[in-house]
């Protein structure tokens, strides 16, 4: 009995775990003078941003989790402080009518809610295959620390190129996108590696396949392109 009893409230937290995640997962904004603040979570991840109107400030991100009123975060990247990669922090807060309030130590912050997080692309990738001149596709193994992330929200998306080991950040860009009727489209809004990119729009052919996102079309530099992606998975 007691036994049963334990399991009963395991399964009962780790219900009540994956809800409260469900609850912050999506798009959230906030605008400070000239700042646009940017805040996606999903599937245990968080990427926060900040930029201007076409200028890129910095990007942070790494794993988050719920734990009653408090979010626990593990950063892995920092684009403007790598002393900051590994830090871990609790960090109160609460949701009511789709504003996400953080009591962050440099005060408190409020937060709009963008979207919900429901999509069927929303989640976080990483390359899995690709194909190559001779039509076939061949697997990519992750090997080294040298890590590269796409998190999709309900309507929008960033990528991140990070090392969290040698505590480095390549670059990321992001912005809004579309995925109907076969087709996988990127609005850029900001951009670490040339800001003269923000306003572009690309254009892909896309599809889920077992699970997997087929993602074919041409790159920025105008060359073939098809690529398979999976979802991480985050031991929460």
Not at 21 to 39: D, R, V
Not at 66 to 71: G, S
Not at 183 to 204: M, P, Q
């Amino acid at each position: 009995m007691k036994n049963f009893i334990a399991i009963y409230l395991s399964l009962f937290l780790l219900s009540a775990n994956l809800q409260a995640q469900s609850t912050i997962n999506g798009a959230w904004k906030l605008t400070s003078g000239e700042n646009e603040h940017q805040l996606f979570i999903q599937d245990g991840f968080f990427f926060h941003t900040i930029h201007t109107a076409n200028q890129f400030t910095m990007s942070r991100g790494g794993h988050i989790s719920v734990k009653k009123d408090a979010l626990l975060t593990k950063v892995l990247f920092n684009s403007a402080d790598s002393s900051e990669v590994n830090r871990e922090s609790a960090i109160p807060f609460s949701i009511s009518q789709n504003m996400l309030f953080l009591n962050m130590p440099e005060g408190h912050v409020e937060l709009q809610r963008v979207d919900d997080g429901k999509a069927p692309l929303a989640g976080v990738w990483h390359i899995t295959g690709r194909m190559g001149d001779d039509g076939k596709i061949a697997e990519i193994h992750q090997t080294g620390t040298r890590q590269t992330y796409k998190l999709l929200t309900g309507t929008k998306f960033q990528w991140v190129a990070i090392d969290p080991a040698k505590k480095q950040f390549s670059g990321t860009g992001g912005g809004t996108y579309s995925f109907k009727d076969g087709k996988y489209t990127e609005n850029i809004e900001f951009f670490s590696r040339d800001n003269t990119r923000v306003g572009a729009s690309l254009a892909f052919d896309g599809k889920l396949e077992n699970g997997k996102w087929h993602h074919s079309g041409l790159s920025s530099k105008g060359a073939k392109i098809y690529e398979i992606w999976s979802k991480v998975q985050v031991n929460q």
